[in-house]
């Protein structure tokens, strides 16, 4: 079965520092991977995603993304942290190889960023 | 452009009282849809998915359910609600078909307080 494991619950960074949000991934064969953000009663937008190809993705809003395979990993960052990137981001995980019919995504639990000012 | 409509954006029910949300997309054409509920702000856990119009998957059995009677109409239902669903509901649109690396686009969610 596929996981996916936000092991911070909360991060906290200074505004102007670089930032990480942790995600790792169990999926058989190989990976699509997504991050997703989420503001205070809002819906889920898409930050960017890694299909195939570079290791390193960008993506919205100046945040980026590196695929590690060997530690099936997939670490959100962002150089510089702003105040208003506080929000909630969740990682997700499918298979790539299609076999017909759904293909079920499976979202980690979400990380809490808060940027200190 | 594609866009997500999702209403209303809050709700407050007894509980017993019956439940309709409704979803529509537009800008596209046979979409994927899928309704999430979202726990305390936390995770998501989805209820139901549709490949298209009347096809409906069930991920998890529940007080719920849904149907879709237009390709881009995605209702949410329940007959009598209890305390218990209460939470935060998310609709979802992906396109997809043969191709799993497409990501999905949400709405701005409803606020369900079950009372």
């Known amino acids: 079965a596929q996981s996916v494991a936000q092991p911070e619950d909360q991060v906290n960074v200074a505004e102007g520092n670089p930032l990480t949000v942790k995600c790792t991934y169990s999926v058989s064969g190989n990976p699509y991977l997504f991050w997703y953000v989420q503001y205070p009663n809002r819906g889920l937008q898409f930050l960017l995603k890694y299909i195939t190809g570079d290791n390193l993705v960008k993506g919205s809003y100046g945040f980026e993304a590196e695929f590690n395979k060997s530690q099936t990993s997939f670490h959100l960052k962002k150089p510089s942290a702003l105040v208003s990137d506080s929000a909630l981001y969740f990682c997700?995980?499918?298979?790539?190889?299609?076999?017909?019919?759904?293909?079920?995504?499976?979202f980690g639990t979400g990380t809490k960023l808060q940027v200190i000012p | 452009s594609q866009t997500i409509h999702q209403w209303p954006a809050t709700l407050v029910q007894p509980v017993g009282s019956p439940l309709s949300l409704e979803c529509t997309v537009e800008g596209t054409s046979n979409p994927n849809l899928y309704w999430y509920r979202q726990a305390a702000g936390r995770g998501l856990q989805l209820l139901f998915y549709s490949v298209g119009i009347g096809q409906i998957s069930s991920e998890v059995p529940q007080n719920l359910s849904a149907s879709r009677p237009q390709d881009r109409q995605f209702i949410l239902s329940s007959k009598k609600l209890l305390l218990s669903d209460s939470g935060f509901y998310l609709c979802?649109?992906?396109?997809?078909?043969?191709?799993?690396?497409?990501?999905?686009?949400f709405g701005q969610g409803t606020r369900l307080t079950v009372v």
């Open positions: 979802a649109w992906r396109l997809e078909g043969n191709r799993p690396n497409t990501e999905a686009f």
């Open positions: 997700a995980v499918r298979p790539a190889a299609y076999s017909g019919g759904y293909q079920k995504v499976t």
